[in-house]
T-cell receptor, first 116, second 112 residues
Framework: GAVVSQHPSWVICKSGTSVKIECRSLDFQATTMFWYRQFPKQSLMLMATSNEGSKATYEQGVEKDKFLINHASLTLSTLTVTSAHPEDSSFYIC????????????FGPGTRLTVL | QKEVEQDPGPLSVPEGAIVSLNCTYSNSAFQYFMWYRQYSRKGPELLMYTYSSGNKEDGRFTAQVDKSSKYISLFIRDSQPSDSATYLCAMALGRGYQKVTFGIGTKLQVIP
């Protein structure tokens, strides 16, 4: 149980385009989903916290207009990187917390974004 | 000073060795401590979690938390090549707090 999927697993796009990444909890309903970014040889950095039906809470320094988060249901959250630039190239990982699981975040496999 | 300090390694050990992985932290309010394993190009998977100080054992893995020293450890007994991965420590203010702070991760290689 507690499986989280992400789609796509990798994407290459041109500078200036927008990219959407999906995060789904497959076998449980997620009260909260988190979006992280991981640069090479760096730790996971929380970008935003997303609750179903409400606006996402962004961490300091993360542009909410650039990284659009939509949490449409208890099993789906999407991250859209708008007007992507090469410096946005990174590994984007989502995680989900189920009802009653408190801090036990279950992570997706990640999406590697490369912006040319 | 970072909230969580973790040696990135890499750490190379022979198969069968006991591995010790450690993290220190600065925020004494942290009460919930976790260890994640992350294989290359994959998302982290939760290995163990501990609430407050003490030890927890699960198979070949033992997690220790010493809140007085702000020091946590993960021990792996009889290490296997399949244990080769990056191990991230993580911590939170408490069970009711979902924001988790991660260490940078220690890359472990177990050599057959």
């Amino acid at each position: 149980g507690a499986v989280v999927s992400q789609h796509p697993s990798w994407v290459i796009c041109k500078s200036g385009t927008s990219v959407k990444i999906e995060c789904r909890s497959l076998d449980f309903q997620a009260t909260t989903m988190f979006w992280y970014r991981q640069f090479p040889k760096q730790s996971l950095m929380l970008m935003a916290t997303s609750n179903e039906g409400s606006k996402a809470t962004y961490e300091q320094g993360v542009e909410k207009d650039k990284f659009l988060i939509n949490h449409a249901s208890l099993t789906l959250s999407t991250l859209t990187v708008t007007s992507a630039h090469p410096e946005d190239s990174s590994f984007y990982i989502c995680s989900a917390v189920g009802f009653g699981s408190y801090n036990e975040q279950f992570f997706g496999p990640g999406t590697r974004l490369t912006v040319l | 000073q970072k909230e969580v300090e973790q040696d990135p390694g890499p750490l190379s050990v022979p198969e069968g060795a006991i591995v010790s992985l450690n993290c220190t932290y600065s925020n004494s309010a942290f009460q919930y401590f976790m260890w994640y394993r992350q294989y290359s190009r994959k998302g982290p998977e939760l290995l163990m979690y501990t609430y407050s100080s003490g030890n927890k054992e699960d198979g070949r893995f033992t997690a220790q938390v010493d809140k007085s020293s702000k020091y946590i450890s993960l021990f792996i007994r009889d290490s296997q090549p399949s244990d080769s991965a990056t191990y991230l420590c993580a911590m939170a203010l408490g069970r009711g707090y979902q924001k988790v702070t991660f260490g940078i991760g220690t890359k472990l290689q177990v050599i057959p």
